[in-house]
């Protein structure tokens, strides 16, 4: 039995080693085929990392799919059972990096545009793919600087699916229609280093830090909404001392992270955050690393499709949810473009041994099809 074609492509993405920000040519594979079907292609190259922004048609509205290509390091790959970039087949899965996160998807992109323009080539619309290599890197040269180049021209993204491994137990159980906000804080606190039989001539900045941290971590940011939970902070690094007993420290370090709902902005989060460490009189300074601000999808012409969809093409209802971490969607958003996250099951991403089960990319190839077709068939 020959392979199908969504399995035959993500094979041959699965065989590029392309770590992040490396491509390795998964992204000029997906020209060839793309050229044929009557996109037009741009390459966009910025620092370390390549980019692809490829549309067929010139009116709106624009439906696209965004991922990326590239993947995160194997670790030690004696771990692994097989080797990571050489696909193979085990029970019904598809094992190699980036399996699940997100080769297959972009393998069930391609074939679901494919078998749409053919059926459809005077289809509404344009349908276009925003694809980068700098998804699990620094995310500074990728999805985001695409974005820029876009609206900078004033070219408007509607409705776009991201292709992450949102589903948890079997495909399409979860889509994900939103996600929370991502602020980092990195704090350094000042004090006067001494010896600690002399404290009266030093200054702990533990000290002064400890109590602040503890309010920290007892606030109650907000109860979230019908969409998110509530707003959350950790302390997730704390360092300080000169490695002896003997010695107090003259600074300490930490870092903390919020993932916010829509309750809140980053300048608030700030604004109280700063007033805590204020009204400890701590000798500090901050910065701060706004990951991207949250954004929704309600209920629409775009969510209605894709459960339709899935109820459709698996014959369950999916459910919505706004949880956990952050995705290149967070850049798509803000512009006003209706997005959603809707890939396979995410239970091996980033693990030693990652796969995919071969059916749930197949699947995911006919939700991806059956969407286009409701959103832009004539």
């Known amino acids: 039995m020959s392979d199908s074609l969504v399995l035959q492509l993500a094979k041959d993405l699965l065989s590029r080693k392309s770590v992040t920000p490396e ?39 624009v439906f696209c799919f965004a991922g990326h290509t590239d993947v995160v390091p194997v670790g030690k790959i004696e771990d692994w059972d097989t080797d990571p970039f050489v696909p193979t087949i085990i029970d019904g899965y598809l094992h190699g990096r980036g399996a699940a996160d997100m080769k297959g998807s972009i393998a069930s992109f391609l074939v679901a545009v494919e078998s749409f323009v ?15 290599s700098d998804e699990e890197g620094p995310f500074i040269n990728g999805t985001t600087r695409v974005i820029d180049t876009l609206e900078a021209r004033n ?44 404290p009266h001539l030093a200054e702990n900045p533990i000290h002064k830090l400890a109590p602040a941290l503890s309010e920290l971590s007892q606030v109650v940011w907000d109860q979230g909404n019908d969409y998110f939970p509530a707003t959350t902070l950790q302390i997730t690094d704390i360092r300080s001392g000169a490695g002896a007993s003997n010695i107090v420290p003259g600074e300490a370090t930490c870092q903390f992270n919020l993932r916010y709902s829509t309750e809140l902005t980053a ?21 701060w690393i706004h ?32 949880s956990g971490g952050t995705s290149d969607g967070r850049f ?47």
């Open 23 to 61: 491509d390795a040519g998964c992204q000029q594979m997906m020209i060839t085929r793309l050229e044929e079907l009557g996109f037009t292609i741009e390459t966009m190259v910025f620092e370390d990392t390549t980019n692809l922004w490829a549309r067929r048609g010139t009116t709106a509205p």
């Open 118 to 132: 053919k059926a459809h080539p005077d289809h509404q619309g344009s349908v276009a793919l925003l694809i980068t």
């Open 155 to 198: 070219e408007k993204i509607d409705w776009c699916i991201v292709g992450e491994p949102s589903s948890t137990n079997k495909v399409g159980d979860i889509v994900k229609n939103g996600r929370r906000g991502s602020l980092t804080g990195d704090i350094v606190v000042k004090g006067i280093q001494g010896h600690v039989a002399y």
């Open 267 to 287: 300048d608030l989060i700030k604004y109280r955050i700063e007033g805590i460490f204020e009204k400890h009189g701590l000798n500090y300074e901050i910065s």
């Open 291 to 322: 990951s991207g601000q949250p954004f929704l999808t309600e209920p629409g012409n775009l969510l209605n499709a894709i459960t339709d969809s899935i109820e459709s093409v698996c014959g369950y209802p999916s459910e919505l949810s706004t």
């Open 332 to 378: 798509i958003a803000p512009t006003g473009a209706q997005v959603v996250e809707l890939g396979p099951v995410n239970a091996t991403i980033h693990k030693v041994n990652e796969c995919v089960k071969i059916s749930d990319i197949e699947q995911l190839a006919d939700i991806y099809e059956q969407t286009l077709v409701k959103l832009l068939a004539k």
